[in-house]
């Protein structure tokens, strides 16, 4: 008794779509050495699915998140977050709960942070991307070049630090229930 026909063309396909999947991948340009280092930054973009309004809240969101940052206000920036809010630095610190962050904030990080370099941060923020996911959360993606240390390249004067924090859309509007900050030291 012989196999149905499709039955043994399976492989073949199965084959054939792995091999075009292969060619297509090796046409694709390959990034540039530059675009792999971590000064080149893609243009903003939204990801999944948000009408403006929602939108807008979350960019006003963010501008708020920066004027307190700038500002160095650890009882405002602790406000963006949920209670129950996970904040880990460049320096692996890590902290749950708004509490706990607040007092970090005002006890240690603002303390140690020259004002002059905050403002200078902030005014080089850069989203990079909002992404949504489903109808509550957003992931937003920044940058920041400042000079709050050394650059980890030869010849680069500011040190560029990113963000990703992971926002909830709470009764309370857009808070920070994740923060991620790294760079390159």
Request: glycine share 4%.
């Amino acid at each position: 008794m012989t196999a149905p026909r499709h039955t043994l063309a399976l492989p073949f396909v199965q084959a054939l779509a792995l091999a075009l999947v292969l060619a297509a991948a090796l046409t694709l340009p390959a990034p540039s050495a530059a675009a792999q280092e971590r000064r080149e930054v893609p243009d903003f973009a939204v990801f999944g699915e948000a009408g403006p309004a929602r939108l807008a809240q979350v960019e006003d969101f963010v501008d708020t998140f920066k004027t307190v940052w700038s500002d160095q206000d650890a009882a405002a920036l602790a406000a963006l977050h949920t209670a129950d809010t996970e904040w880990i630095n460049a320096y692996a610190r890590m902290f749950r709960g708004r509490d706990a962050l607040e007092t970090f904030l005002r006890d240690r990080l603002f303390p140690e942070f020259n004002p002059a370099v905050s403002v200078e941060e902030t005014l080089n923020m850069r989203t990079i991307s909002i992404r949504f996911i489903g109808e509550d959360a957003a992931v937003v993606h920044m940058y920041t070049d400042g000079h709050r240390g050394a650059s980890r390249n030869a010849g680069e004067d500011a040190r560029r630090t990113h963000l990703h924090l992971v926002l909830a859309d709470t009764p309370e509007g857009w808070r920070i229930a994740h923060t991620a900050i790294m760079d390159a030291r």
